[in-house]
């Protein structure tokens, strides 16, 4: 046990006591994986953290070699501190690094790898978003670049842990374009499958770090939720075996590290989600998924009935999106632990977590105000207390 600045006394990934009986215990029939525990309830982030404008600033690409490499990273060191410090006064039981090193949540790829071209692009309110694609064959540009980020992050905090990377799917869906990606990758997939041996790689580099939970966000195999994203595909059912098939190559056999894949409906902010429907349709897909925790999302009115949660295998543990972070209006404590005790009609408290629905800010230009972010994070580890001393089991 840690005691924390706070006083409160949090378990490491490493450390007792949450067993079975007051926590969800991970285990899995070979034994390949080491067993992660978690406190019940235990609040979280699901990855990204908005970034105040001197970070924007810092990670446009149009800044590049405008200060020296040391005097970059001594700021996004300090930025990256902050944004531990902001989590662990909240109150969460697991944090991450607010992916503040990264332009965007899936734009860290082209920090691993060569054969992107970055830019940014202004928006009409003058904000810069970063885009990728890639135009070249990729090669090694800083292989272990996602580890370092969990490797800082498990050396400033006592807290659980979580790094994030993107999946191949996703990746490919989001950075292969007809025209300038053709010559280095003549299709979409010929590029998707040539990123499993790249994550993998960084996967297995972020298994050595101690970090407590690696999770894959796969967005784009959630739309698949939403029947008119699917009418855009010829073979719908193929695609969600290509997505399942890749991450599981990725992730087969990597132990050392709780697998996580967040599925959400797109997070464009202010302006809300990019696909509707509940995850019955994604259901046997999310069976095949060789991951230990699904992160998913319940605040948004188009995610559909919690009942489904009923259906997931019951070695599985389920972090629950109970915060809105869409919207400006801050869910109220009472909501947040409405919408778990919702859940627990459907699964037991020991394998439920709690999580905002997304990201903060997927990207870098995501305009949520960063204190708005930490009020709803307060909420949520105010529910989880309330939940720990009503559900104590
Ligand atoms: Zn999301």
């Excluded at 010559?183 to 590029?191: D, G, I, L, N, Q």
């Amino acid at each position: 046990m840690t005691a924390t600045s706070e006083g409160e006394r949090v378990p490491r990934a490493d450390e007792g006591p949450f067993g079975s009986a007051q926590g969800g215990l991970l285990t899995k029939d070979e034994g390949s994986f080491a067993p992660t525990r978690f406190p019940r309830f235990a609040a979280g982030v699901v990855g990204s953290m908005p970034r105040p404008q001197f970070l924007r600033d810092l990670l446009d690409p149009r800044a590049e070699g405008t200060i020296p490499e040391h005097v970059y990273q001594k700021r996004l060191d300090a930025a990256t501190q902050f944004v531990i410090a902001m989590q662990e006064a909240a109150g969460l039981d697991l944090i991450s690094d607010g992916e503040w090193r990264r332009r965007s949540y899936i734009g860290v790829i082209a920090e691993v790898m060569h054969g992107f071209h970055s830019y940014v692009v202004d928006d009409e309110l003058g904000t810069g978003r970063p885009f990728h694609t890639v135009v070249e064959l990729m090669a090694p540009r800083r292989p272990g670049r996602i580890a370092d980020e969990a490797r800082f992050l498990v050396e400033h905090t006592d807290r659980l842990t979580k790094v994030c990377l993107p999946s191949p799917y996703l990746l490919g869906q989001r950075m292969w374009d007809p025209e300038r990606s053709r010559k280095a990758y003549p299709t979409r997939e010929a590029f998707m499958r040539a990123l499993v041996p790249v994550l993998r790689r960084e996967l297995e580099e972020v298994a050595k770090t101690g970090v407590t939970v690696a999770q894959f966000d796969d967005t784009h195999l959630c739309l698949f939720v939403d029947p008119a994203v699917r009418a855009k595909y010829d073979d719908p059912e193929r695609e969600i075996d290509l997505a399942v098939g890749m991450l599981n190559d990725i992730v087969s056999g990597v132990g050392g590290v709780t697998i996580a894949v967040h599925l959400c409906r797109g997070n464009a902010g202010r302006l809300g989600w990019k696909g509707a429907g509940g995850y019955e349709t994604l259901l046997p897909a999310m069976r095949r998924l060789d991951v230990q925790q699904y992160v998913l999302e319940y605040s948004i009115p188009v995610a559909g009935d919690m009942a489904v949660l009923r259906a997931l295998p019951e070695d599985r543990l389920i972090g629950l999106g109970c915060v809105d972070v869409r919207g400006e209006q801050i869910d109220t404590v009472e909501q947040i632990v409405a919408r778990a005790e919702e859940a627990l009609r459907h699964v037991d408290a020991e394998r439920l977590s709690l999580n905002p629905d997304c990201g903060f800010a997927p990207g870098s230009a995501a305009a949520i105000p960063i204190d708005e972010a930490y009020a709803k994070l307060q909420r949520e580890a105010q529910a989880a207390t309330i939940l720990r001393e009503r559900h104590s089991g």
